[in-house]
């Protein structure tokens, strides 16, 4: 089986912006063989089994749907949304989304190994702190806390799915 590993945020990454801020920002990675592509991560990611669960609960519980097409568009960076979330920033390498409150973000991102035929993969979130009220200092919230554990497993078995299809290609 894969191994997924929790790691730090990649220094010039789009998702470093939110580990310093008020917050939680983490980052998982696993390897690939071969030479993968960003575009073939985010399909791949996106079209699991597992990812299309949660497209269902967001399909029903947000009225955000999302198909497979619409996965391939927004992998060619032909896309400004997918399902819950709106491209923040995209590029040949990454790409980071926003979910459409504005306090989470979802963050892949393919590079080649240097010296093998390895592609690295990353998935990372960022979820960001809740505005204060009367001048307290700004927290995550009790679901924050409470999701948090699942939350992590979840992060490694989306991405561990998605190293599955792409190193079975």
């Known amino acids: 089986m894969q191994e997924i590993?929790?790691?730090?945020?990649?220094?010039?990454?789009?998702?470093?912006s939110y580990k310093g801020a008020e917050g939680h920002a983490?980052?998982?990675m696993g390897y690939v063989p071969g030479a993968i592509t960003q575009a073939q991560f985010v399909e791949a990611f996106y079209t699991t089994s597992l990812?299309?669960?949660?497209?269902?609960?967001?399909s029903y519980l947000a009225a955000r749907p999302a198909t497979d097409a619409d996965a391939q568009q927004l992998a060619a960076g032909l896309a400004t949304s997918f399902s819950a979330w709106r491209v923040e920033a995209q590029s040949a390498s990454e790409l980071l989304l926003a979910d459409f409150t504005g306090r989470t973000r979802s963050w892949l991102?393919?590079?080649?190994?240097?010296?093998?035929?390895?592609?690295?993969?990353?998935?990372?979130?960022a979820v960001v702190a809740r505005a204060s009220r009367n001048g307290h200092r700004p927290d995550m919230g009790w679901p924050f806390h409470?999701?948090?554990?699942?939350?992590?497993?979840?992060?490694?078995l989306l991405l561990g799915a998605a190293c599955r299809r792409l190193g079975a290609a």
């Not at 590993?5 to 470093?16: A, D, I, K, M, T």
């Not at 990812?51 to 967001?58: A, D, H, I, M, S």
């Not at 409470?146 to 490694?156: P, V």
């Open 5 to 16: 590993r929790p790691c730090e945020v990649p220094l010039n990454s789009y998702l470093r």
């Open 26 to 28: 983490d980052c998982y």
């Open 51 to 58: 990812f299309k669960v949660e497209r269902t609960l967001l």
């Open 109 to 125: 991102m393919a590079t080649p190994v240097t010296g093998s035929a390895t592609t690295r993969l990353y998935f990372g979130s």
């Open 146 to 156: 409470a999701l948090l554990g699942f939350h992590r497993l979840y992060s490694r």
